[in-house]
């Protein structure tokens, strides 16, 4: 059913403040193309902007408004910029804090390649669902503390935690989306080594195949998954595994399509998303009109189409279909921002892929 949205908007830091206003440019104009009412914008102070104004980089009343709203644009966040005293309060970088605060427990992470977009490989078309919350990544696993220790000074000790629980969520997500798309699911895991921890993956993969009996699964340890992810990128569908391999891994597959600013992504929990690029906050071109856009303008595309599956709004699905569409429309005209070989700004790309929607 259609419906009207509330979405908050984090500039976040470097070139966010760039990119962020882009994506909602185009969100809105393919809401409007698609008939459905306006967004009702939030705008909320997040970054090193919102640490010098209200002295935390993710104010509590960014987060009590979040809250009401179905989802939100955030930009990236350049932690290492901010103020010592900042580090020494031991504070979460605002999106960790955002992942945990709001149960974003999959960041779906697609790569494929695009018009008229140099890339090293051909014919890809692949989803990374990344659990979001726990794995190797000590310090997301933590109610309180980094979930390192240093018994001496000489030694570290770095806490791993693999649930069932959440295993199970991102895996049934991973399956789901595979139904909408090539039915093939790959577990990416190292199960030889550590049997205990992949065991529960296995396991909580084999019960979603059996109960999605359309969709093909397979799994393939993390090491030889670097090696054919290179050779063939193009045999990969949905791909779902723990934190810090699928960190790794949607790095190295948005770099073989592309660049790092094509890299779209979205945090997704069960009441809530955030749309987020994959990429950084780039400090060396911020200010200059220089950033690539894609990336989070693809993120608030799937912002959309998560909000028109959970909503059962075509209008939604739709706009979020014209977004990806346009974009590659135009990267086909040859426009394209300066990482990918083109000539045009933030803004002129942006402009472009709008003029696309409304159809010129
Ligand atoms: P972080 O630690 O926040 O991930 P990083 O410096 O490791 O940041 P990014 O900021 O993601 O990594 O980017 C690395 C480089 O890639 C940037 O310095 C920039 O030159 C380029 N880059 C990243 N995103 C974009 C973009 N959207 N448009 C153009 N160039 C980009």
């Known amino acids: 059913m259609t419906r009207t949205y509330r979405l908050g908007c984090l500039l976040g830091d470097g070139i966010g403040p760039e990119i962020v206003p882009a994506a909602r440019r185009v969100l809105d104009a393919a809401l409007d193309r698609a008939g459905a009412p306006p967004v009702t914008w939030l705008d909320l102070p997040m970054g090193a902007a919102a640490l010098a104004e209200h002295g935390a980089a993710l104010p509590e009343h960014t987060k009590t408004a979040l809250t009401g709203c179905d989802g939100w644009l955030a930009g990236p966040h350049d932690s290492e910029s901010y103020p010592a005293g900042w580090r020494a309060s031991g504070a979460r970088v605002p999106g960790g804090e955002l992942r945990s605060?709001?149960?974003?427990?999959?960041?779906?992470?697609?790569?494929?390649?695009?018009?008229?977009?140099?890339?090293?490989?051909?014919?890809?078309?692949?989803?990374?669902?990344?659990?979001?919350?726990?794995?190797?990544?000590?310090?997301?696993?933590?109610?309180?503390?980094?979930?390192?220790?240093?018994?001496?000074?000489?030694?570290?000790?770095?806490?791993?935690?693999?649930?069932?629980?959440?295993?199970?969520?991102?895996?049934?997500?991973?399956?789901?989306?595979?139904?909408?798309?090539?039915?093939?699911?790959?577990?990416?895991?190292?199960?030889?080594?550590?049997?205990?921890?992949?065991?529960?993956?296995?396991?909580?993969?084999?019960?979603?195949?059996?109960?999605?009996?359309?969709?093909?699964?397979?799994?393939?340890?993390?090491?030889?998954?670097?090696?054919?992810?290179?050779?063939?990128?193009?045999?990969?569908?949905?791909?779902?595994?723990?934190?810090?391999?699928?960190?790794?891994?949607?790095?190295?597959?948005?770099?073989?399509?592309?660049?790092?600013?094509?890299?779209?992504?979205?945090?997704?929990?069960?009441?809530?998303?955030?749309a987020q690029a994959a990429h950084g906050s780039a400090p060396d071109i911020a200010g200059q009109d220089l950033a690539n856009p894609v990336g989070m303008i693809v993120s608030a595309a799937m912002l959309l189409a998560w909000l028109g599956d959970r909503h059962a709004d075509p209008a939604a699905r739709e706009a979020a279909a014209t977004m990806e569409r346009m974009v590659d429309v135009v990267l086909a005209e040859g426009i394209a921002t300066r990482d990918v070989g083109g000539a045009a700004g933030t803004v002129a790309f942006t402009d472009a892929v709008v003029a696309a929607i409304r159809g010129r």
């Open 101 to 274: 605060a709001f149960g974003l427990y999959a960041n779906l992470r697609p790569s494929r390649n695009r018009p008229g977009v140099p890339s090293r490989v051909a014919d890809v078309d692949l989803l990374i669902a990344r659990e979001n919350s726990e794995g190797f990544y000590a310090d997301r696993s933590m109610a309180v503390g980094s979930g390192e220790f240093m018994p001496t000074p000489d030694l570290a000790l770095v806490v791993g935690k693999f649930s069932r629980e959440a295993i199970r969520r991102v895996v049934r997500l991973a399956f789901e989306l595979a139904e909408g798309r090539r039915q093939h699911v790959t577990l990416v895991h190292k199960g030889n080594v550590l049997r205990q921890a992949f065991g529960l993956w296995v396991e909580e993969c084999e019960a979603a195949a059996a109960e999605h009996p359309g969709v093909r699964l397979e799994t393939v340890l993390f090491d030889a998954m670097a090696a054919r992810l290179v050779r063939h990128p193009e045999q990969f569908d949905v791909v779902v595994t723990e934190n810090l391999f699928g960190d790794t891994l949607s790095d190295l597959a948005g770099e073989l399509v592309g660049a790092l600013g094509m890299s779209g992504s979205v945090n997704a929990g069960d009441r809530h998303a955030m």
